[in-house]
């Protein structure tokens, strides 16, 4: 038979053994050591600060995930305008002494860089 989460001071309880089977927590808490105190009177039980840093895990696990997945495509942003530049320093040094720069030309490689081109 499955449960309906019980969720009390913004935690999901019905994962612990001792809380109480309402969703209020009313017949109290059955853990030995909280006799007669009623679940949604204790916030800080031990099962409710795990959930709450297990939760925070959690979210610091895909904020990490997130952020590794930005800096992965900064980093190939970073590599494609890096290679425009090389790209553009070896055209320049080429032509330069020949008085023949093409300025198109290395507006062509910016525009790919970007990925207009």
Known sequence: MEHKPIYLDGVDVS???YACNTA???????HPMMKNIYC??????????????TQECEELKNNLHIA???HEAAEKECDRYLEALEEIEEYINQYEMLG?????YI??????AKGEG
Not at 40 to 53: D, H, S, V
Not at 107 to 112: R, S
Request: hydrophobic letters at 25%; glycine letters at 8%.
């Open 15 to 17: 994962g612990c053994e």
């Open 24 to 30: 209020f927590g009313k017949n109290g808490c059955k």
């Open 40 to 53: 949604f009177k204790n916030p800080n039980c031990y099962f409710k600060q795990l959930a709450r840093k």
């Open 68 to 70: 590794n997945t930005n």
């Open 100 to 104: 023949k720069l093409n300025i198109k």
């Open 107 to 112: 507006l062509d490689i910016i525009n790919k």
